[in-house]
């Protein structure tokens, strides 16, 4: 029995498969590529209407990648992005040129993570928030004046605000002049990276209520990059873990932080440090090393030289990503032996 | 405690500024025994940086140390000595032998133009009678003992070509060539990812182990603070608002500032999704410091008519070695402190957060 709420029946706005994304990596007087980086190999990753999917992972694992191609800010190297438009149709978003995403680009906006260096500081407001309005729908003032306002008044800011510059305010009021902006053409899916990293607790937990409320007055749906597994778990329905280019582990969040399949979903959850008195005495698991260099994948597992678990297969097999439980996938050869802590009760 | 390794008391420092004065340390009151670490938290721009640079007597020119004390061992053996009227020379001594620090960003504490080892080494040049060779030598002893992988080589490295962590680790390392008995850790782990700053805490830890050091750890991440810390001081304004073991402060924190910073943090694997109750607001411009308690513009427990006009004392309890400054608690809160504590069970309303964007 599935329960009308569960994330896996409702329809897919947006579905990746095969998402892949190289960067040459260029030496010399002529550019001779020499390399790649691979930063996103074959990504399927499924985003249900109306839900927001967690995107975790450390960083240079291609969060921002990812985010960046589903904007068509990166052109794709191959794959596909699924995305349903308004009327119901599959439209495939890396398969179009410039002139053929210009009816999507309105429908799939950004919230940047630096609020300081986002806002151009020669601009009011107004103009900021404004700016989508004129360019993309050719409003004329009066009519951008009213909607600035009322966007204002959405994300808690007073109108009377629109005709000031962005110096005026602090980190916590400028995201949410960010946050304006990416509402002003009332997009479906709004892609959040690492959008409340450079703020302070408090002013954090308020952004996250915000984009909570924001969500269930206009049934956003989200996708939220952070590396912070605790405000992951606050906002998100799913989750998709993210190792060099790859996506390792997916679920419905609860029941992948209770019980994470995927090694790597396991120390990054216990490396989250958690201020409630009963963690203190957690054992907990260090993760060795960094991040693998994705213009040098390990062989096999891409995990193996960190893996604390690892055999030998993991050193020449792939694991694939696969079905492990009914909405559970992992990309691990043991995923369904091993048994690996969570966190909660 | 343990034998003192750093008493504060009543440490002010403030920045004369053209538009007026900005009262960034307020009257601190602290102590740090030998192996201890205490965790200062509060929000950004709550004066925590200003205050540990104090310690040194790092502060920046328009700043001023304009009172109070700032008590250390004394390096030439002896008793402890105060550091906000000892000569230069002393002040010297303590930070090449008692007290070092690290600092957020370890790329703006590093040169570029240098190799680690010859920067780690100079460091020990300059406090130790010792040849070019052995301060090699105690370089990659040091860089191994904080965990970078092959230190004989990485001591030829230079900053650039390291990645956050692993110079976050080279930045302790330097701290480490003193043999400091306090080091002092401004958000080391900040600008880190959580793995690698699981890493670094872990080396913090470890060093408090097996070297008896003392940690003074600045942090507004209370996860951080709640892994590391046997005490924590928080810090509102410029002073320290609630004080107290760790455990205990989290378990069943006091002060109005403490429950809203602890209701901000989502509480891991809670699985219930429990909306987050903030603290109102954010912290105030520092010309704008409120009379009063200064925390009173965003407080949920505010009592009109007192908390506006007296500033509140430190007042001791429940338990040992725990203190708290409100008013709720002081003698004679009366009806007031009946009205706040019955209050204070409910947590700290809703906390919207509107009044931010509206302030
Ligand atoms: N424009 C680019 N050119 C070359 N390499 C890039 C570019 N953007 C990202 N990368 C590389 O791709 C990898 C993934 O980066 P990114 O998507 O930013 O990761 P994350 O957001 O998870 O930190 C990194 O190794 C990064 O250096
Ligand atoms: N060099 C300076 N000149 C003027 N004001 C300063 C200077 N450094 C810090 N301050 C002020 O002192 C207060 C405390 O700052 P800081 O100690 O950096 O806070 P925190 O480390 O808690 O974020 C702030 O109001 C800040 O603006
Ligand atoms: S496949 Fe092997 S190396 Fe990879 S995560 Fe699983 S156990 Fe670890
Ligand atoms: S003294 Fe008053 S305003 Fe200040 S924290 Fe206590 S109750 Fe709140
Ligand atoms: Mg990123
Ligand atoms: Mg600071």
């Known amino acids: ?345 | 405690m343990s034998e003192t390794v750093l008493r504060v008391k009543d440490l002010r420092t403030q920045f004369a500024l053209d538009d007026g004065v900005v009262k960034a340390v307020d009257g601190v009151d602290l102590e740090i025994g030998r192996g201890e670490v205490l965790a200062v938290v509060g929000e950004s721009g709550c004066g925590k940086s200003v205050m540990a640079r104090s310690i040194l007597r790092l502060v920046d020119k328009p700043g001023r140390i304009t009172g109070g004390e700032i008590w250390v061992r004394d390096p030439a053996g002896g008793g402890l000595v105060d550091l906000v009227p000892a000569d230069v020379r002393t002040v010297r001594q303590v930070r090449g032998k008692r007290i070092a620090m690290v600092f957020q960003e370890p790329m703006t504490s590093m040169s570029p133009m240098h190799t680690l080892g010859n920067q780690i080494g100079e460091a020990i040049l300059l406090h130790e009678r010792v040849t070019k060779a052995e301060a090699r030598e105690r370089t990659i002893e040091l860089l191994g003992r904080v965990g970078i992988p092959a230190p004989e080589r990485r001591v030829d490295a230079y900053p650039f070509q390291m990645s956050g962590g692993m110079l976050q680790r080279a930045m302790i390392a330097m701290a480490l060539s003193c043999n400091p008995e306090l080091l002092i850790a401004d958000e080391p782990t900040t600008a880190l990812d959580t793995t690698t700053q699981a890493q670094i805490l872990e080396l913090l830890d470890s060093l408090r182990r097996d070297l008896g050091m003392a940690v003074m750890l600045i942090t507004h991440d209370l996860g951080v603070a709640a892994r590391l810390a046997d005490r924590i001081a928080v810090m509102y304004l410029g002073s320290v608002v609630e004080h107290g073991d760790t455990a205990s402060v989290f378990r069943a924190p006091r002060h109005p500032y403490t429950k809203a910073l602890l209701g901000s943090v989502p509480k891991l694997g809670s699985g219930s999704r429990a909306r987050l109750t903030p603290v109102r607001g954010m912290v105030p411009h520092a010309y704008q410091r409120p009379t009063g308690c200064p925390f009173h513009p965003r407080c949920e427990e505010f009592m009109a008519g007192r908390c506006e006009v007296t500033v509140p004392r430190p007042t001791a309890g429940p338990e040992p070695g725990r203190e708290v400054r409100c008013l709720l608690y002081e003698d004679g809160g009366g009806s007031h402190k009946n009205a706040g504590l019955s209050k204070a069970g409910d947590s700290a309303g809703d906390g919207t957060g509107d009044s931010e964007g509206d302030a």
């Open chain 1, 1 to 345: 029995m599935v329960t009308a709420t569960d994330p896996r029946q409702a329809t897919a706005l947006l579905e990746t498969r095969g998402l892949t994304k190289h960067f040459p990596i260029r030496q010399g007087l002529f550019g001779r590529t020499v390399g790649q980086v691979k930063a996103l190999d074959g990504i399927d990753l499924r985003i249900a209407g109306g839900q927001t999917v967690g995107l975790v992972g450390e960083s240079g694992c291609g969060k921002s990648t990812l985010g960046r191609c589903l904007l068509r800010v990166h052109q794709p190297t191959a794959g596909e992005i699924l995305y349903r438009a308004p009327d119901g149709t599959p439209v495939d978003l890396a398969a179009l040129d410039e002139q053929g995403l210009k009816p999507y680009r309105s429908q799939i906006r950004l919230i940047f993570q630096d609020p300081y260096s986002s806002l151009n500081p020669r601009m009011t407001l107004l103009q900021i928030v404004g700016e989508p309005l004129k360019v993309n729908l050719g409003l004329a003032r009066p009519e951008i004046e009213e909607r600035v306002a009322e966007l204002l008044r959405r994300v808690g800011l007073r109108p009377e605000y629109m005709h000031r510059y962005p110096n005026a305010f602090s980190g916590g009021q400028r995201q949410r002049v960010g946050i304006a902006r990416a509402l002003a053409l009332s997009p479906r899916l709004v892609v959040a990276d690492e959008a409340v990293s450079a703020l302070d607790v408090s002013v954090r937990a308020q952004i996250l209520n915000l984009l909570k409320d924001l969500q269930e007055e206009s049934e956003l749906t989200y996708l939220f990059i952070s590396h912070d597994l605790g405000v992951v778990e606050y906002m998100a329905d799913e989750i998709a873990v993210m190792y060099v280019g790859r996506v390792v582990e997916t679920g419905e969040t609860d029941a992948l932080y209770a019980r994470p399949l995927h090694p790597y979903t396991e120390a990054l959850l216990s490396a989250v440090p958690d201020p409630a008195p009963s963690s203190r005495r957690r054992e907990r698991i260090v993760l060795r090393g960094e991040v693998a260099d994705p213009s040098r994948v390990p062989s096999g597992c891409p995990f193996h030289p960190r893996c604390f678990y690892a055999q030998d297969r993991c050193k020449t097999e792939v694991p694939a990503l696969r079905e492990i439980a009914p909405g559970r996938t992992a990309a691990c050869h043991f995923a369904d032996q091993l048994q690996l802590r969570g966190v909660g009760e």
